[in-house]
């Protein structure tokens, strides 16, 4: 009889999948987020070896509910949400790039892209930076790029340009989503002056530095990294040393596009500012 009453329900599992995995902090974020709503969930990081389908419908399999999915595999989970069945959000259908999943009813998938909105409400939100009527210059033309390109032109800026070391690529973008994007060289990036320049390439990632022209950097310039990682950036420290009155990393969109994915799965908007906070001082003490 005891057994009945000390019965605890099961905790839904979630995760992230990727490859590298190991340094996501996509975890703690949900864990803190989790307990901010008593909601009884486990989130653990799934480093994926082989095929990213099986992958994903071995963690269905295993009461999965949700998955969050990261480098590289975001086209491939837009790929899985194109087959017959499941559905994909508008934004995730622009972006070409799906970074979560929700298992639904007879095994169907929905797919739904939460970095545009990350990025967005972490400017406007956050940083206190008004996207509307800015000039924006975005850097690198993969998918974190294309993940944010949506988003950031339905807040309806004067312009945004893309460059690229490939130019080929920034083209392409710039082809697909309209008259309010354009691509540039590096050297035309020189005739104007931006009010956000945004990197949105993997140089980071490597301690590299995109190359860039530091005449497109002015005294009222916000710099922003998508990248997020414990040491300032090589982007940060160029915009910091070519005169940008702010820089910022990716922590604060990382946090925001995991409230919205907990939002989908969960029903909650969790608060975003302390578990911002809570991260950035383990990255001190981590860095100190
Ligand atoms: P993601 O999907 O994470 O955006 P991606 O599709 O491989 O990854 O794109 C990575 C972006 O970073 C690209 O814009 C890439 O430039 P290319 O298109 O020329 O490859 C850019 N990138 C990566 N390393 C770079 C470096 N060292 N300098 C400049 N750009 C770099």
Not at 233 to 256: I, K, Q, R, S
Request: aromatic share 8%.
């Amino acid at each position: 009889m005891n057994d009945l009453f000390d019965f605890k329900p099961k905790p839904t599992r979630f995760a992230v999948m990727g490859n590298p995995i190991e340094h996501s902090r996509s975890p703690e974020i949900h864990r803190e987020f989790a307990l901010q709503t008593s909601i009884n969930l486990e989130y653990d990081r799934i480093r994926v070896d082989g095929g990213f389908n099986q992958a994903v419908s071995h963690f269905q399999a295993s009461n999965g509910a949700g998955l969050n999915i990261t480098v590289p595999f975001k086209v491939d989970a837009w790929k899985l949400c194109t087959r017959t069945g499941n559905q994909l959000s508008t934004r995730a259908d622009s972006a070409r790039a799906v970074n979560t999943l929700r298992f639904q009813e007879k095994d169907t998938i929905y797919g739904d892209n939460t970095d545009g909105i990350g990025l967005v409400t972490d400017l406007q939100q956050n940083i206190g930076f008004a996207i509307e009527e800015s000039s924006i210059l975005l850097v690198g033309a993969g998918g974190a790029v294309r993940g944010v390109l949506g988003p950031l032109i339905e807040c309806c800026p004067k312009s945004i340009e893309i460059t690229n070391r490939t130019m080929s690529k920034a083209s392409d973008l710039a082809e697909l989503f309209g008259e309010k994007v354009s691509a540039v060289t590096i050297e035309e990036t020189t005739r104007r002056k931006y009010d956000l320049i945004i990197n949105g390439t993997a140089a980071g990632l490597h301690g590299q530095l995109p190359e860039l022209k530091p005449t497109c950097v002015r005294s009222n310039t916000l710099a922003y990294d998508m990248v997020y990682g414990l040491q300032t950036t090589p982007f940060m420290e160029w915009a910091l040393d070519n005169g940008a009155y702010a820089v910022h990393d990716g922590l604060g969109m990382l946090v925001e596009q995991a409230a919205v994915s907990f939002h989908l799965w969960h029903g909650i908007h969790p608060q975003t500012k302390p578990v911002i906070e809570l991260i950035s001082k383990i990255h001190h003490v981590r860095n100190s």
